[in-house]
């Protein structure tokens, strides 16, 4: 029973290119949030969505960020035109619905931008 | 607003002894809370959680949390640390996850 699954675990990107971040949330799991942890600080909340729909963006950037859930496949979080402060790890989580009994985390992709 | 505090960036302890961290929140209604744990390139392991209910919780891997609500805290315990516990620890409050900026454990010999 494979849990949170994130890919790829580390990616380096040029300023100006994109970034793609994939989650496979649990099997079960229609819930799906995305958090950002910066270096020295905790993680946060940067949207939330389930199948086909995004509930809550309040933690996005306003540019360049965007996020999706589509009804087959994983969530992607997507980065246009990164720059160096993007670089950071970020970390899916999943949930089975919509009260939070304790989301389960994937083990985080570590983005670095050169 | 929901936020939490963890007021120790990094704690020091010998093995065998006993651990406490600490978390105080602020939280409009009866909060959320939780723990969890991140071992060095990893993702969050949840320790425990708190809803309702006894403000005593039991957690995985020997932990314990209790909650205060005079105190508007939420520490973590652990009697005897070993030295598999040294990560970081983070405090979180509310549904979607507000984190403290989290402590750090280091375990001597």
């Known amino acids: 029973n494979a849990g949170v699954m994130q890919n790829p675990r580390h990616l380096v990107r040029r300023r100006g290119q994109e970034a793609r971040l994939r989650c496979s949330p649990m099997k079960g799991h229609s819930h799906v949030y995305w958090y950002r942890q910066l270096p020295e600080e905790g993680l946060k909340f940067m949207v939330y969505l389930q199948k086909e729909n995004i509930i809550d963006e309040s933690g996005m950037p306003k540019e360049r960020f965007s996020a999706e859930f589509p009804k087959e496949g994983p969530s992607i979080l997507r980065i246009q035109q990164v720059v160096r402060g993007d670089s950071a790890a970020y970390f899916c989580?999943?949930?089975?619905?919509?009260?939070?009994?304790?989301?389960?985390f994937g083990s985080g992709t570590r983005l670095t931008v050169v | 607003a929901q936020s939490v505090t963890q007021p120790d960036i990094h704690i020091t302890v010998s093995e065998g002894a006993s651990l406490e961290l600490r978390c105080n929140y602020s939280y409009g209604a009866t909060p959320y809370l939780f723990w969890y744990v991140q071992s060095p390139g990893q993702g969050l392991q949840l320790l425990l959680k708190y809803f309702s209910g006894d403000t005593l919780v039991q957690g995985i891997k020997g932990f314990e949390a209790e909650f205060k609500r005079s105190q508007s805290s939420f520490n973590l315990r652990k009697p005897s640390v070993h030295w598999s516990d040294a990560a970081e620890y983070f405090c979180?409050?509310?549904?979607?996850?507000?984190f403290g900026a989290g402590t750090t454990v280091t375990v001597r010999a």
């Open positions: 979180a409050v509310g549904a979607k996850l507000s």
């Open positions: 989580a999943s949930s089975p619905r919509e009260s939070n009994y304790g989301y389960t």
